[in-house]
């Protein structure tokens, strides 16, 4: 028999690797800019209210097995817990530790939770529906999915512009197939912006493999993930803003190479390499 909702048991999940991607939904500097700038350390709000992409952050939390900070009550008194499943209409949250929050939990009550990862700080509200028992047996609570999800983050990246007669190629391929050429407006060392010559609209948060052709370097191959997408109807073009994603350590080391050569030609001449 699973074991009595009072009872407080340790779960026993084995770590996950690391997951694949990590997820952020404000539109980077890449897509906006084509002066040189330096990115001073600054604080990034926004808010996510698409259902898909506050459950891509949340299976990334599960994945990665992020604490969660749980607040609740008047004096919101804050536990700590971790995702264990969801639907699209609720949550189950693993036993609150410390355990004495587990029976002070009631259904009805609100909750503010809040995850730190990758320098970024995510909350949202969210409301306990009843405590529960998952499919392995252990005691959890049900609560419900967040209809929002805000989060603020620190940047310092410095993006670097390209001359656009200057500019590598970029070829893409998207998730169901579709191969298209453009050409590199800016990089940094977490994203980049490139530029579509006909108005194609690619869908935001859709993972596609990227690879950059330079004259003058080998080939980057990588994957990112669509953060910003502008298509322009008054000229064939199109602006697509996209933050990497899970770089292994010899593309992070190219990528870091090609961008240090590209600054110091900046710092050299106060103009794009």
């Known amino acids: 028999m699973p074991p009595a909702h009072s009872t407080f048991c340790v779960r026993k999940i084995p770590h996950p690797p690391t997951p694949t991607r990590g997820i952020r939904f404000r539109p980077p500097a890449h897509a906006h800019s084509e002066k040189p ?72 009550d609100d909750l503010t939770i809040r995850v730190s990862h990758g320098g970024t700080l995510y909350q949202f509200k969210s409301r306990h529906l009843s405590p529960t028992i998952e499919k392995d047996g252990f005691p959890c609570h049900k609560i419900a999915f967040p209809q929002q999800l805000d989060f603020s983050e620190q940047r310092t990246s410095f993006r670097v512009p390209i001359r656009r007669e200057q500019a590598p190629s970029v070829n893409i391929l998207t998730h169901d197939g579709q191969r298209l050429r453009a050409q590199l407006e800016n990089i940094s060392d977490n994203g980049l912006c490139i530029r579509l010559h006909v108005p194609q609209a690619i869908s935001d948060t859709q993972l596609v493999h990227c690879e950059i052709n330079f004259t003058d370097f080998e ?55």
């Open 37 to 108: 700038e330096l990115m001073d350390t600054r604080t990034m709000t926004d808010t996510v209210f698409s259902a898909d992409s506050i459950t891509a952050l949340l299976k990334n939390f599960q994945q990665a097995r992020l604490p969660l900070q749980v607040g609740f009550g008047k004096k919101n008194v804050t536990h700590t817990s971790y995702l264990v499943s969801m639907t699209d209409n609720w949550l189950h949250i693993d036993q609150l530790i410390p355990k004495e929050g587990n029976k002070q939990l009631k259904p009805g």
């Open 219 to 273: 080939p980057l191959s990588l994957d990112a993930q669509v953060r910003h997408n502008k298509a322009a109807p008054q000229v064939p073009a199109s602006r697509i803003g996209m933050e990497f994603s899970s770089l292994s350590s010899l593309t992070r080391k190219q990528l870091n190479q090609w961008l240090m050569k590209l600054q110091r030609h900046h710092i050299r001449t106060g103009l794009p390499a």
